[in-house]
């Protein structure tokens, strides 16, 4: 990946680095520190917000 290049976060990461308890939280915060310390900008998208509102929160 080149320098600064942007990354797009899927919902899954997001859901992932919301729970501490998560298997993965550690490996997904882990990944998400080195691409900001090499400069990528961390993008996101309207759809991916609602998939991650509509996963996170209980049905009602």
């Known amino acids: 990946m080149p320098e600064g290049g942007a990354c797009l ?8 680095i919301s729970k501490s308890d998560d298997p993965q939280h550690a490996v997904i915060g882990g990944a998400l520190r080195t691409l900001v310390g090499r400069g990528a900008p961390l993008c996101y998208t309207s759809q ?3 998939e991650f509102w509509n996963a996170s929160t209980p049905a009602g």
């Open 9 to 16: 976060l899927d919902s899954n990461i997001l859901l992932r």
């Open 48 to 50: 991916t917000l609602g």
